[in-house]
């Protein structure tokens, strides 16, 4: 290589460096950085027994059917799962409709049976997971009522005995 190819190309390195930082600023802000955590957290409370509000925030922000609230110690929650460990099926299943994340709690408080069965089959370890707050899929499956009547006492035959650990 020349000395003026060098000298070049260091130039143009030198001023793309420079310009990289500048092009990158100048991207839109993150969903994160346009919704407060207080909004976050109120669309996690409303999950748990206010179907109009969440319908209302989602309406107005999609995106918050994937927040969680960290309420600390390592205890986050989604608003479907604010629906599951309070047997809140309108909400989960409108949750489910809009595309949330579904997990294995809340199928065990909708009924859900064989998903359920066939999942701790395959990852029998879960049968002791811990979901928001600590709520096991006995208390999910309880929460479930009626509908989640056998995935509860399946629950309680692979000898799940608690409703809540700490976390």
């Given at each position: 290589?020349?000395?003026?190819?060098?000298?070049?190309l260091g130039l143009i390195g030198t001023f793309g460096l420079q310009v990289i930082p500048v092009i990158g600023s100048k991207r839109s802000k993150s969903f994160e950085e346009n919704?407060?955590?207080?909004?976050?957290?109120?669309?996690v409370v409303a999950g748990h027994s206010n179907l109009s509000k969440v319908k209302v925030m989602l309406k107005s922000l999609p995106?918050?059917?994937y927040c969680r609230h960290d309420w600390g110690g390592g205890d986050f929650e989604e608003a479907?799962?604010?629906?599951?460990?309070v047997g809140?099926?309108?909400?989960?299943?409108?949750?489910?409709?809009?595309?949330?994340?579904?997990?294995?709690f809340v199928l065990a408080m909708l009924g859900k049976t064989e998903?359920?069965?066939?999942?701790?089959?395959?990852?029998p370890n879960l049968l002791h997971a811990k979901g928001a707050h600590g709520f096991t899929l006995l208390h999910h499956a309880?929460?479930?009522?009626?509908?989640?009547?056998?995935i509860y006492n399946y629950l309680i035959?692979?000898?799940?005995?608690e409703s809540k650990y700490n976390i």
């Open positions: 290589m020349e000395r003026k190819d060098f000298i070049r919704v407060s955590l207080q909004t976050i957290k109120e669309f995106n918050l059917i479907i799962e604010g629906a599951g460990h809140n099926k309108k909400i989960a299943e409108y949750l489910i409709n809009e595309g949330a994340r579904v997990n294995l998903i359920v069965k066939t999942t701790l089959e395959q990852f309880k929460a479930g009522g009626k509908e989640s009547e056998e035959e692979k000898g799940l005995t």
